[in-house]
């Protein structure tokens, strides 16, 4: 067909090449789509013609990833004949194929279960993929197909472990130790990191996957140590997306230049301390000194027979600020079986029974096999109004681990305290106290429970006290009774007590309910002791861990109490809720509480209830290791303490630090702002400092200083100070052993080698070298020992003069003096020449170059080359041991002096053959007859 001619211009041609050019493009992409979408249908046709149908038999649910994993297909085969069929299966890039069946041959009609494994890697992020189980037949034709869905879960896995970390260093270096943070998983991780010595780096990381991060902490090591010390480097990563943690170390040996001597003597540690005090105010100004003598320590070696005493004097406790009793007093024990207890003392042998007195007596308790038998005598000798004599005894017996059975009894004379305005009928009256208590505990329940009995001539009452606690899966249970009748004279009298709580805990939930009531008369003198009040609460609480760092807090309860004093200072009932918030996450630790209630004031008119409030705040944080700070503000709005029923606020803050500048010195101080009534914000002291020095291993200092004010006093500012003086010391008992010791030291006449952290070696002792090659060892056992020197540790280009092992005589009580010196190694470089040329003799030889002191060996190779290194620097002799091959070959001795400024001169060693001389032995002898 024929087609009109047409004329362009040039820009019009260009324009129609690149027309014509899109559309044959647009031709070819539609035909290789349409041929793409052809072949796709006819594989899908022939598929389901082909009449084999496979399902997926197995959840296809989540995959972790750094696993193997498995799936299950059933393939049906319904084509009408037996087929050859070739599974495969097609996984996500990256992913590891570990099994997909073998071939196998199915009839018409049956079906057959494949089992295909593969490994997903660890960094293999997380979501859906997808994949393939393909069957193929003889003709490599995929005749079935089965989509597979992979959703790959969120994988944490962060490792640390110590990467390097010197293995023994020299007292006074620092170590630094390098640890390596690894995620394993395939998430980002935000962790946070801390460690208990210097951290070097950050403390916050965002890590990917499969990255690794180095983590540097240091820690000097003590440079006046002397002794081999063990110092350990850690470092605790915190992942916050888990809250998990781990932890590594690593392990440092510190040898020191000095090893101190032991004490030849075992003795018993005993401390001698004396303290001054220091009262003033407006008005007066008071001092005093007491002093005290302690030991606590065993008599034997064994470790068989303890003793502790204390010795103080004199008695301070008619001074109206220091009130310091006088004391003497020992506990000697024997083993596990035997207990004695002389001088002052205050003994409890039970719960509900007299109170204990404090005053001169003993007590004696003997262990035999399951039982226990106890008596004890003591008499008051301090107080006027406690005069009386207090004895009495106990068995006790463990049928069980668990279980113990006791039975007691005691008699004295109930005291009759004037100052107790709750002072019961019997006062004064003489009798006895049995008590039976039995106590058990396994890992789940706990139960202390205990009956008594008092007898007087007058009458006859009785007590009882149990204590319950019990864990039954995630539910706890604590509770508590305790009963006292009118004329019971023990601890408590006419008195009833008991509480109930059960708290129930989740992982990260923890929920609590109970309640207590609380009436008690406890025989103690109001002129020392407060008295206890009378309450009554009921509470329910519920406390949520948001993570390892956040914890959060409500109670709401009710509560009343009201003083029992001869005038009552207190009677009020509120209703309220307090809530807590911690964090703690490295160096900080935040609180803060509060309280919101309503309270009605009972000592007051207008019981009306009033809103009362109060919070608490309170912050440390640790700068460094050795110092930290805190502050706290308080404020309380209560109307408890006002017969007015006034609302009333209280406001108090304060801050302080302490500071451990070294292992012996240890300052700190704190400021209080003022004081409130409330238990849980009762402070008083304005200001508050305290420093403690330990001055070598025997002498110890103690300060403090106290500002304060005391409410409701006319002269309200005061200062209370003391200082204490300790001195520590042993008393020998028996001499164990018999040591000397060497101090060494290490010289060269060359200045440009370093006479440090050279290692030292006698009788395992283990020191190294400071700068001016100084060392000491002591505790060496008395007779002939070897010093050693390590000389990996020396540096690569120097030798020891002195010859190895060094032997010194270690004499009792003395230290021996040893000089060792160094010096610039040579080396002897050379080759074995044949006399009248080699003619190709074998010149391997071993050689020896020796002098008195030195002796050293070595090979030389086929053509005669050899090299002696690290020689010390003298006069030798040069000598051939033997030929390797070459028998009939002898050295010529050869006199040399090796220099170490031209051991690299190369030396020819002269061989000969031997002289072969023949020697006519005479003898007697007939030829013929």
């Known amino acids: 067909m024929l087609h009109p001619t047409h004329t362009y211009n040039s820009k019009k041609s260009i324009v129609a090449q690149i027309v014509v050019a899109f559309h044959r493009l647009a031709v070819n992409v539609t035909f290789y789509i349409s041929l793409l979408i052809t072949v796709l249908l ?9 009449g084999v149908q496979v399902e997926t038999k197995q959840s296809q649910g989540l995959f972790k990833p750094g696993g193997r994993h498995s799936l299950a297909f059933e393939v049906l085969n319904n084509t009408g004949s037996t087929i050859q069929l070739f599974p495969e299966l097609n996984l996500p890039e990256g992913w590891n194929l570990i099994t997909a069946g073998n071939d196998f041959s199915l009839e018409d009609g049956a079906s057959k279960m494949v089992l295909v494994s593969f490994y997903i890697p660890f960094s293999e992020s997380p979501g859906e993929k997808r994949g393939g189980f393909i069957l193929v037949n003889n003709n490599g034709e995929v005749i079935a197909s089965q989509q597979v869905k992979f959703i790959v879960e969120e994988f944490h896995n962060v490792q640390i472990r110590n990467l390097t970390a010197p293995e023994n260093i020299q007292a006074g270096e620092a170590i630094e130790a390098v640890f390596e943070l690894r995620n394993e998983g395939n998430i980002v991780e935000r962790l946070s990191v801390r460690t208990t ?29 002397n002794g081999i010390q063990m110092i350990s480097c850690d470092l605790e990563l915190t992942v916050e997306s888990t ?32 303290y001054h005090n220091i009262y003033s ?3 007066e100004y008071q001092s005093s000194q007491f002093y005290e003598l302690r030991g606590n320590g065993y008599l034997d070696l064994k470790q068989d027979h303890h003793l502790n005493f204390i010795v103080r004097a004199p008695n301070q406790s008619n001074l109206t600020r220091f009130g310091v009793n006088d004391q003497y007093s020992l506990i000697y024990r024997y083993k596990d079986s035997t207990r004695v207890f002389i001088g002052d003392h205050v003994f409890n042998i039970n719960r509900l029974g007299f109170m204990g007195r404090f005053g001169f007596g003993a007590k004696v308790d003997q262990r035999i096999g399951k039982w226990e038998l106890s008596a004890f005598f003591t008499k008051p000798r301090l107080y006027a109004i406690s005069e009386e004599p207090i004895f009495g005894g106990k068995v006790n017996y463990w049928p069980t681990d668990k279980l113990n059975l006791a039975l007691s009894i005691t008699s004295s004379k109930e005291i009759a305290q004037y100052y107790n305005y709750t002072a019961v009928k019997s006062a004064g009256e003489s009798g006895q106290i049995i008590a039976f208590s039995t106590d058990y505990e396994d890992e789940k329940t706990s139960v202390q429970m205990e009956v008594a009995t ?17 864990r039954e899966g995630r539910l706890s249970y604590r509770g508590n009774l305790t009963l006292a009748g009118e004329d019971f004279f023990g601890s408590l009298s006419n008195s009833v007590r008991y509480s109930n709580s059960f708290s129930y805990n989740l992982s990260k939930l923890n929920l609590s309910v109970g309640q207590g009531y609380s009436k008690v008369h406890e025989r103690r003198d109001t002129t020392l002791y407060g008295m206890l009040p009378y309450f009554e609460n009921y509470f329910a609480g519920i406390g949520f861990r948001l993570n390892q760092y956040h914890f959060i807090n409500v109670r709401a309860d009710y509560r009343a109490r009201e003083d029992r004093g001869e005038r009552t200072v207190f009677n009020y009932q509120e209703r309220g809720v307090d809530y807590r918030y911690k964090y703690s996450r490295n160096r900080w630790v935040v609180n803060f509480n509060g309280r919101i209630a309503q309270t009605r004031n009972l000592l007051s008119e207008d019981r009306d209830l009033r809103n009362t409030y109060g919070e608490f705040l309170n912050i440390n944080y640790r700068v460094t290791s050795g110092l930290s700070l805190r502050g706290n503000f308080n404020h309380n709005r209560t109307n408890r303490y006002n017969r007015t029923n006034v609302l009333t606020d209280y406001y108090l803050y304060g801050g302080g630090f302490n500071a451990k500048v070294s292992r012996k010195f240890r300052v700190g101080a704190s400021y209080n702002s003022g004081f409130s009534p409330e238990e849980t914000y009762r402070k008083r002291d304005f200001v508050n400092a305290n420093v403690l020095w330990k001055v070598g291993k025997r002498h110890q200092l103690e300060a403090r200083v106290n500002y304060y004010m005391n409410p409701n006093t006319v002269n309200s ?27 060494g030291r290490i010289i060269s006449r060359d200045p440009s080698i370093k006479l440090k952290g050279i290692q030292v070696i006698a009788s395992g002792s283990t020191v190294k070298s400071d700068a001016q090659g100084r060392f000491e060892v002591n505790n060496l056992p008395v007779g002939n020992g070897y010093i050693l020197v390590d000389e990996s540790t020396l540096p690569s280009d120097v030798v020891l003069i002195s010859k190895l092992p060094y032997e010194v005589k270690i004499e009792e009580g003395r230290s021996t003096e040893l000089v060792l010196e160094l010096t610039k190694a040579a080396n002897l470089v050379g080759r074995l020449a044949l006399e009248g040329g080699a003619d190709g003799k074998d010149l391997s030889a071993y050689l020896k170059l020796e002098n008195d002191d030195n002796t050293y060996y070595v090979e030389s190779d086929k053509n005669g080359a050899f090299a002696f290194k690290k020689i010390v620097p003298d006069s030798y002799r040069l000598s051939i041991v033997r030929m390797k091959v070459e028998k009939e070959l002898e050295s010529v001795v050869q006199e040399m002096i090796i220099d170490a400024n031209e051991s690299d001169n190369p030396v020819v060693f002269n061989v000969k053959p031997k002289e072969r001389k023949i020697t006519i032995k005479k003898s007697n002898f007939k030829i013929g007859n």
Do not use: C, W
């Not at 006819?42 to 082909?50: D, G, M, N, P, Y």
């Not at 010595?197 to 000097?220: C, G, H, M, Q, W």
């Not at 001539?457 to 319950?468: C, L, P, Q, S, T």
């Open 42 to 50: 006819a594989t899908e046709l022939q598929a389901q013609e082909s």
């Open 454 to 470: 008092s007898v007087s001539a007058n009458a006859m009452d009785y007590a009882g006290d149990v204590n319950i606690s019990h």
């Open 197 to 225: 010595n210097e951290l070097l780096d950050d403390e916050f990381y965002e890590i990917a996957p499969d990255s690794t991060v180095l983590v540097r902490v240091k820690e000097k090591s003590n440079g006046q140590a």
């Open 717 to 743: 500012k005061e200062l209370f100070a003391f200082l204490k003086y300790t001195y520590r010391f042993g008393a020998p008992l028996k001499k164990v052993l018999k040591q000397g010791g060497i101090k």
């Open 281 to 283: 105010n407006n008005e």
């Open 243 to 274: 809250g998990e943690s781990k932890k590594a170390y690593s392990t440092t040996k510190v040898f020191p230049t000095k090893i101190a001597k032991k004490d030849a003597y075992f003795r018993f540690p005993i401390e001698a301390s004396v």
